[in-house]
């Protein structure tokens, strides 16, 4: 029974209208901002009016550029403030779906800025060997506290993003709801970690070690037994680490008195949620809501 992307039940009378790409394998979440009967177009008068918003702000400011007139001036400012509602006011429609070997995202009514790289709509994982994810505060900029995250895959070899989504803005204090952005890529981000997680735990249960680059410079390693950090040659027994922070845009390792092990940018750590899930598996953390402890 197909679920939505926080793992309920798919909300009746929603329109996918692009169905799920064979590409990304076993379907395991999906969601579509459409309803049935809603229009997944945008009508052309819907364009012309706003095009002929635009014109006259433009026509307008031109002549108060050569008279000075207030009236010009004014003429200018609505019919840009007109022109802007409307766009604005265009209905925006998406269905994505996550696979057991990719996603896929399909929008209509607006062109996306905020996603790079998947202009086909469809990702596969074996596009890309690691995934940053990145999460930005903008309290103190506005007047309300919020988030906006981001997620690159990018491919071995190269710091280039095969894929990049930047979120809109969000409260973490508020619960999500499946059609939110950020349920889509966090769900995206446990079907990759899935797909790495056996070969991972295998590598390192048969004595050889779990490599995480840390673009910064250097990468991080795991052991059955130690870490290495970047930059660093010596190791650190995983006994002696009892907590892992991972806040908006750090991450922190720290022994049983809270002291410091090893911090570093989240942004810059390669798939994450792996080593953490490494961690749980294999050596009895848990998770506490913020990062993991013993």
Request: with cysteine; glycine share 10%.
């Amino acid at each position: 029974m197909p679920v939505d992307h926080l793992g309920g039940e798919l909300p009746s009378g929603r329109s996918f209208f692009v169905p799920a790409p064979p590409q990304i394998g076993e379907v395991r979440s999906q969601f579509s901002t459409l309803k049935e009967g809603d229009s997944g177009t945008v009508s052309k008068n819907h364009v012309q009016m706003s095009v002929g918003f635009a014109l006259v702000a433009v026509f307008s400011g031109v002549a108060y550029v050569f008279t000075k007139s207030t009236a010009a001036m004014v003429v200018a400012m609505l019919f840009f403030a007109f022109a802007v509602l409307r766009a604005l006011n265009t209905k925006r429609f998406e269905c994505n779906y996550v696979g057991d070997q990719g996603f896929a995202r399909f929008r209509v009514g607006t062109k996306d800025e905020t996603t790079h790289g998947l202009e086909g709509g469809v990702f596969t994982f074996k596009e890309a060997e690691h995934l940053y994810t990145n999460v930005i505060e903008t309290q103190g900029l506005l007047p309300f506290y919020g988030q906006n995250a981001m997620y690159q895959w990018v491919p071995g070899g190269t710091l280039r993003a095969r894929v990049s989504i930047l979120t809109d803005q969000y409260d973490p204090r508020e619960k999500p709801t499946a059609e939110d952005l950020i349920c889509f890529l966090r769900a995206a981000e446990r079907s990759w970690t899935d797909s790495l997680f056996e070969s991972a735990k295998a590598a390192i249960q048969s004595g050889n070690v779990v490599e995480f680059p840390y673009r910064k410079g250097g990468k991080l390693t795991l052991s059955g037994t130690d870490l290495t950090m970047p930059g660093s040659t010596k190791a650190v027994s995983i006994a002696d680490i009892h907590r892992v922070v991972h806040t908006a845009g750090d991450v922190l390792l720290a022994d049983s008195s809270n002291n410091t092990i090893w911090k570093g940018d989240s942004f810059h750590f390669a798939n994450l949620m792996l080593f953490e899930e490494l961690l749980i598996q294999l050596h009895g953390f848990s998770s506490n809501g913020s990062g993991l402890e013993r």
